[in-house]
Nanobody, 126 residues
């Protein structure tokens, strides 16, 4: 069974940092694109960052320069390092995965992903 579990959320002051982790199981992790999305109250789920199976990365403009996505295929984990957090980063953060060929594009839409974690809450206080 394909499974993703997020961890690392919490409460942090503006300007602080958090690292989210996503543990995958039940699928060939190294062949999958991994992404992070977030959903704030009353808003739609939005793309944050993705890392291709090749290791290349792509970010939403709102987090570029502050967030870093990475992966460790041996440990079957994906991480999202979040620095200089802002109150507007407050949301439930979701990890997502999908299989991807080597020449696949960056997948940035919610509909591109069929496997999701349960989410982890991030609250940034001002």
């Amino acid at each position: 069974e394909v499974h993703l579990v997020e961890s690392g959320g919490g409460l942090v002051q503006a300007g602080g940092s958090l690292t989210l982790s996503c543990a995958g199981s039940g699928f060939p992790f190294e062949d999958y694109a991994i992404a992070w999305f977030r959903q704030a109250p009353g808003k739609e789920r939005e793309f944050v960052a993705t890392i291709h199976r090749t290791g290349s990365t792509y970010y939403a403009d709102s987090v570029k320069g502050r967030f870093t996505i990475s992966r460790d295929n041996a440990k079957k984990t994906g991480n999202l390092q979040m620095n200089n957090l802002k109150p507007e980063d407050t949301a439930v953060y979701y990890c997502a995965a999908r299989d991807a060929i080597l020449t696949a594009p960056y997948y940035t839409s919610v509909d591109d992903y069929s496997t999701w974690g349960q989410g982890t809450q991030v609250i940034v206080s001002s």
